[in-house]
């Protein structure tokens, strides 16, 4: 019985130390420039989305580890690894110049998101369970997603402003610092030793790990949960990172990029905030059709921006395309919440990994496919090609339509 009420009381502090690790964690200040900071380190914007895509790569071959060790010994000391690494990673970012240096450190920062990919979300949704309030999930993981994307929102603002003064480097030492600072939030986090995975009798970890991520994505259920978000996360994130040389091109003063970046943290934090509002009130059916659709109209403005001389016309629509990356957070945190009413507690971090691996590959493969025509075709081609795309998230959101629910 006191052991209960200790699990009850601390459920709500350790809530508040996940929200401030979230905020240390996504004090990004190079974001809203970092197409050229990169490019000031010897590279070019083709190689910009190669480099993004080999972090996802890096991201992808880690996943399943991650996931299982969270599920297999600790998720807290999973969490303190993550955040050590990306300190690391970003250090070695700011040290970096030429293509090999830039892509070691992004690839230490793509491990630390594999460690906290599906660690943090599980570890969330475990803490809840303590006192049997894992029924208001979305809203709690929303709230900690709303302070990372208000981390996100702050940097932006400020990071655009601080580079032209301080240069690119100064900005990676002080996101090093602050995943520092996080290391030491994650060490006050209680372990959850009642939904670690015992050991498979007669099996290894290796065959473990992938025992679960083979059933999972056997699961029709749980595959068409998992594909729709990494296909819709995949196209938004092709169009976020496209906007810093499309606003180059059209001739956006390099003041105004970490204004228009801060429009998508800004939606972001919207989004993470009433994602369960927006679920309840609209359904996952629809809330899905109307993603697809305002992926398109941000694809569409794209091409407007790049035929046009209008700087007014230029500025909205650019301020619009922002806000349509933002939009895979309530994406995600809608069929995340779906997966988790479907899963375990002793897999729920290797199954949650599973669906961020099979992400961050459909991440990397259009990254690539985006290197490769923005170097051969240009911008346009680029965007077009993206276009004709998105036809994959009509035909996946068919074949998820029957797991999920529409607003009656």
């Not at 030491?184 to 009642?194: D, G, H, Q, W």
Request: proline letters at 2%; glycine letters at 6%.
């Amino acid at each position: 019985m006191l052991k209960a009420i200790k699990n009850q009381k601390s459920v709500p502090s350790t809530l508040w130390l996940l929200r401030l690790g979230s905020f240390c964690s996504n004090f990004m200040l190079m974001v809203p420039v970092a197409v050229l900071i990169y490019t000031g380190k010897g590279v070019t914007v083709g190689d910009f989305f190669l480099i993004q895509g080999l972090f996802r790569l890096a991201a992808f071959l880690f996943e399943i580890p991650s996931g299982y060790l969270s599920d297999r010994f600790s998720r807290r000391k999973v969490l303190i690894l993550g955040a050590l690494i990306q300190a690391l990673g970003l250090a070695t970012l700011a040290l970096a110049y030429g293509f090999w240096e830039i892509v070691f450190g992004e690839a230490l920062c793509g491990i630390a998101s594999a460690l906290f990919s599906g660690t943090l979300e599980a570890y969330t949704y475990d803490l809840l369970k303590r006192n049997n309030t894992q029924k208001h999930f979305l809203k709690e993981y929303g709230s900690i997603q709303t302070f990372g994307m208000s981390a996100s929102f702050i940097a932006s603002v400020i990071g655009g402003l601080l580079y032209k003064y301080t240069g690119g480097n100064f900005l990676l030492w002080v996101m090093a610092a602050f995943c520092i600072l996080e290391t030491f939030l994650y060490l006050l986090v209680p372990e959850l030793l009642e939904v670690r995975r015992k050991k498979a009798k007669n099996k290894t970890a290796f065959a473990d790990a992938v025992g679960i991520t083979y059933t999972t994505l056997k699961d029709n259920k749980l595959r068409n949960l998992i594909l729709f978000p990494a296909f819709f996360s995949g196209f938004t994130i092709v169009l976020l990172w496209i906007m810093q040389p499309i606003m180059e091109t059209s001739g956006v003063p390099l003041a105004l990029f970490g204004v228009f970046f801060s429009i998508n943290q800004f939606s972001a934090i919207f989004f993470s905030k009433y994602a369960y509002k927006i679920c309840e009130k609209l359904g996952e059916i629809r809330v899905s059709v109307l993603t697809i659709w305002s992926l398109i109209v941000g694809i569409l403005l794209s091409l407007v921006v790049l035929h046009t001389t209008n700087m007014v016309l230029i500025y909205i629509a650019c301020g619009l395309m922002y806000i349509v990356p933002a939009i895979r957070i309530l994406n995600n945190l809608q069929y995340n919440t779906l997966i988790h009413n479907d899963i375990s507690s002793q897999k729920r971090g290797t199954v949650l990994s599973t669906r961020a691996m099979v992400s961050t590959l459909f991440g990397a493969a259009i990254l690539a496919c985006a290197k490769l025509f923005l170097d051969k075709y240009g911008l346009q081609s680029t965007m077009i090609f993206i276009l004709i795309m998105t036809i994959i998230l009509f035909i996946s959101l068919h074949s998820v339509k029957k797991y999920i629910k529409n607003k009656k």
